[in-house]
């Protein structure tokens, strides 16, 4: 448990080190920016995050066992869950209401022009089909990549719009939260 303890000091510290303008407020007494425990776990070590999920796995186990007469959804999940984890590809613990949670952390890029238009993406080509989607473009964060790392990894491939979004990047972060039918809540930190 002091690996926890000491990994996530340090991406603390760092995240303090690093929040100045423009991307970012100073930080104050009352608020240091993109140092919540939702945007420092995800860019823990897999090890780490496999600690801190060990209550949450508990209880998903816990309400596995209750429910083991009949063919559980539950069931199905948590090996997909543990898989995942495992992977680096999310983030999983017990909220403070006893909540599991599973966290996944997306960047998104939103250009904007003077006059209120922006980017945006219409859908993705994945193998041989399209999944039409209006949304911003964006990808997830993976395993033991910071925020500003993803961002990075979306714009690398675009030179012109890599100058444009270092030129004029800000950071905010929106909470999404969605309920899947397993009791286990899905948090999209963006």
């Not at 990075?152 to 999404?176: D, F, K, Q």
């Amino acid at each position: 448990i002091s690996l926890v303890f000491q990994e996530y000091g340090a991406a603390y510290h760092a995240r303090i080190l690093s929040s100045k303008p423009p991307v970012l407020t100073w930080p104050d007494d009352l608020c240091a920016p993109c140092c919540s425990f939702e945007e420092i776990v995800p860019s823990l070590s897999v090890t780490c995050r496999e600690a801190i999920a060990v209550p949450a796995l508990r209880c998903m186990q816990h309400h596995q066992q209750q429910q083991r007469q009949e063919k559980s959804r539950w069931g199905m999940e948590f090996d997909e869950v543990l898989a995942e984890l495992h992977k680096g590809k999310i983030s999983l613990y017990l909220s403070a209401n006893q909540v599991v949670e599973r966290l996944v952390v997306v960047v998104a890029v939103k250009l904007q022009r003077p006059d209120g238009t922006f980017l945006a993406e219409l859908g993705k080509l994945e193998r041989d089909s399209v999944h039409a989607a209006c949304r911003l473009p964006g990808a997830k964060q993976k395993g033991e990549e910071r925020s500003n790392e993803a961002m990075e990894r979306l714009i690398s491939g675009y030179p012109e719009a890599s100058r444009i979004v270092r030129a004029s990047m800000t950071s905010t972060c929106e909470r999404a939260e969605k309920m899947s039918g397993s009791h286990m809540r899905s948090v999209y930190f963006r």
